[in-house]
């Protein structure tokens, strides 16, 4: 079984993994081990939990810490059933993604936990797109064109796609093709939104969405037009 926990930290992070059993006790993993396979570069950490049992149940949770502070996310496994078919994941939780650090803001801010499931019969792993914008606020001036990148990645494919515009009035506003104000892209993994000569009207938040078989996910972002 593997956890992956991604981490985007300035200054660099720490990472250090936590086990937490069904009895509440907790066993800090901090080497690999004959029970635990542990990776870890400036980007994240992955967690390998090798022959899962019973005892394997529990809580783990993948914490970063730098000189700013530290966060942590958390993922909850269930091992059940003979080797054969020996991994449920409640929830369908199994991996972490995404803690940021704004060394500026003085804090860190986590994201949210990506859900997924095993599917038996396709031998794969699936669940709802990754939706993922990189920046929490994008800026212009009057006039210019703004872009707004959004990546995205699914299994099963995404379907349907969107972003919705939500101006600081909070009039809610549909895009789901390109005009004379917006181009979007239309690659199944990159969903940028370009804004065409943008007046303070365009400041506000926009949210970019994907849609699979399993459901739909999104992402959002804040942009702010400054100048004449």
């Not at 086990?19 to 081990?33: P, Y």
């Not at 870890?40 to 005892?55: D, E, H, P, Q």
């Not at 669940?127 to 210019?144: D, E, F, H, R």
Request: proline share 2%; glycine share 4%; hydrophobic share 30%.
């Amino acid at each position: 079984m593997t956890i992956s926990c991604v981490v985007t930290a300035n200054p660099s992070a720490t990472i250090s993994w936590t086990f937490i059993s069904t009895g509440n006790s907790q066993t800090q993993i901090t080497t690999s081990s004959a029970k635990y396979s542990l990776t870890t570069s400036s980007a994240g950490s992955t967690l390998v939990i090798r022959t899962s049992n019973s005892g394997d149940s529990g809580t783990y949770r993948c914490s970063a810490t730098n000189s700013v502070g530290s966060n942590a996310d958390t993922a909850t496994l269930t091992v059940s059933g003979s080797r054969s078919c020996c991994i449920s994941l409640r929830k369908n939780l199994f991996r972490i993604n995404n803690f940021s650090v704004f060394q500026n803001l003085k804090k860190l801010t986590s994201t949210k936990l990506i859900q997924h499931r095993y599917d038996f019969t396709m031998n794969q792993f699936v669940g709802l797109p990754v939706v993922n914008i990189p920046s929490t606020i994008y800026t212009a001036v009057t006039g210019q064109d703004a872009t707004i990148p959004c990546s995205v990645s699914a299994n099963p494919a995404v379907t349907s796609f969107s972003w919705t515009f939500i101006s600081s009035s909070n009039l809610q506003t549909m895009i789901t093709q390109s005009t004379s104000k917006y181009t979007l892209s239309t690659a199944s993994s990159n969903l940028t939104i370009i804004v065409r000569s943008t007046t303070s009207a365009d400041s506000g938040t926009y949210r970019c969405s994907a849609t699979n078989a399993e459901g739909t996910a999104s992402d959002q972002t804040s942009l702010s037009i400054s100048g004449s």
